[in-house]
């Protein structure tokens, strides 16, 4: 069952502690590395089935890092705007785009996905890309249907939301490490962090025959992040709804006007990574 409207509200009152910013701030400091952009670019071409964005405008909700808006930059789209309520994921973006000259073409701004007066002048786009952001805005349905609204007719909605998991360990129990770990001191944290990585980490590859160092050296292929930047974004990533394969197709297609074109589901608490189109153009 997903996090109702009354759920959502109740999390978005309570403590949040963590910074998605602070911590992909140390992500670019320590982590960002030129095989790590190969890989975001690649993410994107891959999943879209596209070999450059060259004419398209990019809308990217929930920029985080600015990783994937630089990734935008690179595959050539015409135009860029970055947009993240947290300030420091927007000092992330700023820095990432003044290292590659300040292009005009790129815009980053700080706000939220529901603020209805910044809604009204935010781009239409041919792509608005939105992973892993809109579930942990504490009213992930109306963020969805936001910034599917930005989406230009015959455009491309790239969005991923947390996948539901009914179960022991699925995703009420995690809403519950969550709001631990964001109550949580900064030591208690770091030993949150480091049992998660005990427990999904090093057992979980010992456990399939693996060497947990190679699982950290080869972690992160498929988008260019980072293990550790990763797990702290996991633990902390609050307010957090989730939902359903059907879930998302059935809203996507039957309430916002979308045919879906490619998906990546998991049957973990992970993410389901989905790409619509809007028709009517």
Not at 75 to 86: T, Y
Not at 92 to 114: A, T, Y
Not at 132 to 159: C, D, P
Not at 210 to 216: I, V, Y
Request: charged fraction near 20%; aromatic fraction near 12%.
């Amino acid at each position: 069952m997903v996090v109702n409207a009354s759920g959502a509200q109740e999390q978005s009152q309570q403590q949040i502690s963590f910074s998605f910013g602070r911590n992909w701030q140390t992500f670019l400091e320590k982590h960002l590395t030129p095989e790590r952009e190969r890989r975001a670019l690649q993410s994107i071409c891959e999943f879209m089935e596209v070999s450059d964005l060259q004419g398209r405008s990019f809308l990217d909700v929930g920029c985080g890092s600015g990783l994937f808006s630089l990734a935008a930059h690179r595959l050539g789209a015409r135009s860029i705007f970055s947009l993240d309520v947290d300030p420091f994921s927007v000092r992330c973006c700023q820095e990432l785009k003044r290292k590659v000259g300040n292009p005009e073409n790129w815009m980053v701004e700080e706000g939220s996905i529901l603020d209805a007066k910044l809604l009204e002048h935010l781009p239409k786009s041919d792509i608005v890309y939105a992973w892993g952001s809109l579930h942990h805005t504490g009213n992930m349905w109306q963020a969805i249907r936001n910034a599917a609204s930005r989406v230009e007719k015959g455009g491309l909605f790239y969005v991923t939301i947390y996948n539901q998991v009914e179960g022991r360990r699925g995703s009420n129990f995690w809403l519950k490490v969550k709001r631990r770990y964001n109550r949580s001191s900064a030591v208690g944290k770091k030993l949150m962090e480091w049992a998660f990585f005990l427990r999904y980490g090093l057992i979980s590859s010992l456990a399939s025959g693996k060497n947990p160092s190679t699982f950290l050296q080869n972690y992160g292929r498929e988008r260019g992040m980072s293990y550790w930047t990763d797990v702290r974004d996991w633990l902390g990533g609050y307010p957090y709804e989730f939902a359903s394969v059907h879930e998302m197709f059935r809203f996507c297609t039957r309430e916002l006007a979308m045919e879906m074109v490619n998906l990546n589901a998991t049957n973990t608490t992970g993410t389901n990574d989905f790409l619509f189109r809007k028709l009517g153009g």
